[in-house]
């Protein structure tokens, strides 16, 4: 089983940027496909953006395409997610999770990490 932790959050004005990453131990992510997701308060968890195990293939949300972009290192064990123009709208937790295919049930999951927008 992998574990995941993230980090990079934080408090940032609307316009800003952020770079989430996500951290696995206990096994190599390069056999996953990855995802990062978010909740806001009293919302329901939203898929963000997955990525592929190569890394060659991504896709994203329209909430947050052209703004985000999710990348990751094998070699490094990690996972990022590059967020630039934030909104408000885009203050939730964001976690990052693991799955065997695209179309698969995500298995393990991090605690997440807060990110806030202040407009």
């Known amino acids: 089983q992998v574990q995941l932790v993230e980090s990079g959050g934080g408090l940032v004005q609307a316009g800003g940027s952020l770079r989430l990453s996500c951290a696995a131990s206990g096994r190599t992510l390069g056999v996953y496909v990855m995802g990062w997701f978010r909740q806001a308060p009293g919302k329901e968890r939203e898929f963000v953006a997955r990525i592929s195990s190569s890394g060659g293939n991504t896709y994203y949300a329209d909430s947050v395409k052209g703004r985000f972009t999710i990348s990751r290192d094998n070699a490094k064990n990690t996972v990022y997610l590059q967020m630039n123009s934030l909104k408000p709208e885009d203050t939730a937790v964001y976690y990052c999770?693991?799955?065997?295919?695209?179309?698969?049930?995500?298995?393990?999951w991090g605690r997440g990490t807060q990110v806030t927008v202040s407009s």
């Open positions: 999770a693991t799955t065997r295919t695209v179309t698969g049930q995500y298995e393990n």
